[in-house]
């Protein structure tokens, strides 16, 4: 079963990409597509085994790198954190490779996209079962690798080259702090081994290094350095801004990528070093307040944007930035809660808004829709169940899973905890208002599409719908049947307890049997069971927010529609800020695209053309051709200049006779 879970997604790269003309894009479709469900099912086995009945394990394929004492294994780990990652992965995946089936159905090049996904998914398998560091960063790359290909798939749009390249460049910039901090660590713990490393982190809770000629706290450093990197890869605020623009890629890319997979894997990587970050308290407020003012910044800007992608973007970045505050108070446990019940209601969002897409003739601007929910209702209803679990409203996912990271903050008792929980209630009430703006600018209201788009809006196909169901499900269930075993206890208080405590799923759990010792937190900073008895006010808040978000968007959009542009005049300013988001965009651009470019342009012009080729290539090749021009004018044809030459040189010879023959005496 573990080798299935990994390798059955590269066996159907593999043959899709090699021997796509061979067998047809039917063929790689079945093979692809296969290999996903037969992984997916995969894990699910290996959910119970690990999890349920506690069975944790390492399988070492292959020694990888001896260089003298230093030896590296290729190691598949399989704990429960793992194990959780593989499920979301995998079965995410499943859906969204049946998905494009029907979705890029008219599009000539289906073999590969569908190899693509393969690939991705497979380099995703590799991050989150490695056992050491070096294979991680193996996978963490393959990653970057996949989304640029799958961003960059439409090739002959120069938007989406463009997406892709600024997707590669700007996760450079946080790999390039992964690197470092691998590198902090190995010189700290002396093994790139988990284990080794878990192991030793308390004995290294007071050691001090050497850093640009400072001596800092080795596990901050080291862990700020991690953090960098999953800053790149979770698209936190200052490495944010190829989010959105990867929209350029197909809308299955999308959902795979920008909602349950990639952008998870730096959430997954602080998890996997919580043993290391519990002992770094300085990074985990570092880590909290990224999260808490990413959450913000990134609704305030979903309140704006009118491509029905961009606004699902943005609430992804928002609600990543939920998991990051929750990973800063050390609730790990809330972190992967939310980022499981988060893959499934964001990924049916996305391949909910495709199927608009789908129907709308490719139209993706939500001010050219409207009046469409009687035309489409199967999709409506399945957005409608991913708004209500993004909006966080009682018995879906997003409920539990969102109100527990709130909670735990608040009950760190902290400044940065606190801040995180008021950010997070403004966030949650953007985040209503700007999904039921999705909800009633799409399905609602007068058709403002032209009469030829509407004439053929039509419901997708069974083959796009079977996805989004089997998404809808756990975007329903996720919460209630996960919550015991991921956050809960048996004394669990509050709402969600109470209501689980009824229906007795909360007893089928353990959070301390469910996460084993893949997950470690400091006793005195156990913000997850501290959770269960914060004031009642701290849970119902949420809720009461977010149904205050969705009557707001009611009356915006359905009852008073002229209210939203009567509130741009009045709050132009913001607006504008918010609107041309925060201008991050323009403020790298100034500072450094064009100073990039002039400086690429500098050494181009002056450096490498006018001093390397200059003097090197085209410089020996320029005084070959003179010398050549020189010796080309004694060449003309003529009998005369011909016997003057000959006499010249004659007499130049018998002069070089004579001088040495004078020399002599």
């Not at 979705?103 to 050491?132: E, G, I, Q, W």
């Not at 560091?133 to 970057?144: K, N, R, Y």
């Not at 959450?295 to 704006?304: N, R």
């Not at 969600?496 to 049997?513: E, Q, S």
Request: aromatic fraction near 16%.
């Amino acid at each position: 079963m573990e080798l299935i879970a990994v390798f059955a997604p590269l066996l159907g790269f593999v043959i899709a990409f090699l021997f796509g003309k061979q067998i047809g894009d039917k063929g790689a479709q079945f093979v692809t597509c296969t290999g996903l469900i037969m992984a997916a099912v995969a894990s699910c086995s290996l959910f119970y085994s690990v999890i349920i009945q506690s069975q944790p394990h390492v399988v070492s394929l292959e020694n990888w790198i001896t260089v003298g004492d230093f030896t590296v294994d290729w190691a598949l780990r399989f704990d429960q954190l793992s194990v959780v990652m593989m499920c979301v992965i995998n079965i995410v995946s499943a859906c969204v490779h049946v998905y494009s089936v029907g979705y890029m159905s008219h599009d000539p090049c289906k073999a590969r996209f569908m190899s693509y996904l393969s690939l991705f998914t497979f380099a995703m398998l590799m991050l989150v079962s490695a056992d050491n560091l070096v294979q991680l960063f193996f996978g963490w790359e393959g990653v970057g690798l996949a989304s640029y290909l799958l961003i960059g798939f439409w090739n002959h749009k120069h938007s989406a080259n463009a997406a892709a390249v600024k997707a590669f460049v700007v996760n450079r910039v946080g790999d390039f702090g992964l690197a470092l901090g691998i590198f902090t660590i190995f010189m700290v713990f002396g093994t790139v081994q988990f284990q080794g490393i878990f192991d030793q982190a308390a004995q290294h809770k007071d050691t001090m290094f050497m850093f640009l000629g400072y001596e800092v706290h080795a596990l901050t450093l080291a862990c700020l350095l991690l953090f960098m990197g999953a800053v790149g890869k979770s698209a936190q605020l200052g490495l944010h801004t190829w989010l959105p623009d990867a929209m350029e890629g197909p809308t299955p890319v999308s959902a795979l990528i920008h909602a349950a997979t990639m952008v998870t894997a730096g959430v997954f990587l602080v998890s996997r070093f919580s043993p290391v970050f519990e002992y770094a308290p300085t990074a985990l407020m570092v880590v909290c307040i990224f999260g808490a003012v990413t959450a913000l910044v990134a609704a305030t800007i979903g309140l704006t944007q009118f491509d029905i992608k961009r606004v699902i973007a943005y609430s992804t970045m928002s609600q990543l930035g939920y998991m990051f505050f929750a990973l800063g108070v050390s609730a790990y446990p809330a972190a992967m809660f939310h980022l499981t019940t988060h893959a499934f209601f964001k990924a049916l969002l996305f391949l909910g808004a495709g199927s608009v897409i789908h129907a709308m003739s490719d139209e993706q601007d939500m001010r050219k829709m409207g009046g469409i929910w009687h035309l489409i209702p199967s999709t409506y209803i399945l957005m409608w169940v991913g708004s209500l679990a993004l909006a966080g409203m009682p018995f879906f996912a997003g409920y539990y899973s969102k109100d527990m990271i709130l909670e735990t903050a608040f009950a760190d008792h902290t400044w940065f905890g606190t801040m995180a929980y008021w950010f997070g209630i403004v966030a949650a009430l953007l985040t209503a208002f700007y999904s039921w703006r999705l909800i009633l600018m799409t399905f609602h209201g007068k058709p403002r599409a032209d009469e030829k788009v509407m004439a053929h809006v039509h419901e997708s196909p069974l083959i796009m719908l079977l996805p989004l169901t089997v998404l809808a499900a756990g975007a329903i269930l996720a919460g209630s049947v996960l919550y015991g075993g991921f956050v809960g206890s048996p004394n669990a208080a509050g709402h969600a307890g109470d209501i689980l405590n009824m229906t007795g799923l909360v007893n089928v759990w353990d959070k301390m049997h469910f996460w084993g010792g893949s997950i470690f937190v400091l006793p005195e900073n156990d913000t997850v069971e501290a959770a269960h008895h914060v004031p009642t006010w701290v849970k119902v808040l949420p809720i009461f927010v977010a149904s205050a978000g969705i009557i707001l968007a009611y009356i915006f959009y359905m009852f008073a529609p002229n209210m939203p542009s009567v509130m741009v005049k009045v709050f132009k300013p913001i607006h504008a800020l918010f609107y041309n988001k925060w201008w991050f965009d323009e403020l790298y651009d100034r500072v450094f695209t064009r100073n990039a470019f002039r400086l690429g342009r500098f050494f181009w012009q002056k450096g490498d053309k006018a001093v390397i080729d200059g003097y090197g290539p085209d410089g020996v090749a320029s005084m070959y051709a003179r010398f050549a021009g020189v010796l080309s004018r004694f060449q003309t044809g003529y009998v005369f200049q011909y016997a003057f030459v000959m006499m010249i040189g004659l007499i130049g010879l018998v002069s070089w006779f004579v001088f040495r023959a004078t020399m002599g005496q």
